[in-house]
């Protein structure tokens, strides 16, 4: 009868256990998706006339001046988006490179050739590139050859002293066609706060970055 007993308790307690496993089951290492620093928008040339405000014959122009924008930023979540782009006279010279990785979404790297270069005000300035090649590790990119991205940078000057070279937390997808200043007047639309790119806790790297003359 003690060995009925033993054997129905034990019964018991495996049946306790099993149910505390279930309600409580073992902790994983998941990883979250980081958010993607640039958050991308989709416009094409028929925009240009549709969008209130925006008048084709009074675009900024760069007035002949050379204008060079150098960028070398590496985001917390692992995209990085890298450019050396010259427009002058001779007309626009450069690359750029936006390796974009956002989990699950697209792990891609498009290399781009230098489309247009708009040089604005107090170090801010505009780089559009067409994309010409795509390298995707995730089966599929957001964006394909033949399209062109936009980008806002602001050049807040060199040295220890200066403050932290920033970026536009957004950029444009379009075709070739759109131009820079197109893509300022949706900047301004848009009117994202810059963002520093380093010395903050989510980025250590240093905060001088960007550079435009």
Known sequence: MKTIKLLML????????????????????????????????????????????????????NNGNSSHVNIDITFPSGSSLTCSATQNNGGVHGTLVYDRNVQFIDVST??????????????????????????????SSSYEVGQTLFFKVVDNGQGINADSDQYIPTFFIGDSELPCEFANF???????????I??????MQSPDKVKVN
């Open 10 to 61: 034990l019964a018991v307690l495996a049946i306790v256990g099993c149910t505390q496993e279930e309600a409580f089951p073992e902790e994983t290492n998941t990883k979250v998706a980081p958010m993607e620093e640039l958050t991308p928008h989709m416009v094409s040339a028929s925009d240009l006339e549709g969008i209130k405000g925006f008048n084709s014959d009074n675009l900024i122009k």
């Open 110 to 139: 498009y290399y781009m050739d230098a489309y247009c270069v708009l040089e604005l005000e107090n170090g801010e300035a505009i780089v559009g590139g067409i994309i010409t090649q795509v390298d995707s590790d995730s089966g």
């Open 186 to 196: 949706l900047f301004n639309i848009f009117n994202f706060p810059p963002v520093d």
């Open 198 to 203: 380093g010395n903050n806790s989510m980025d």
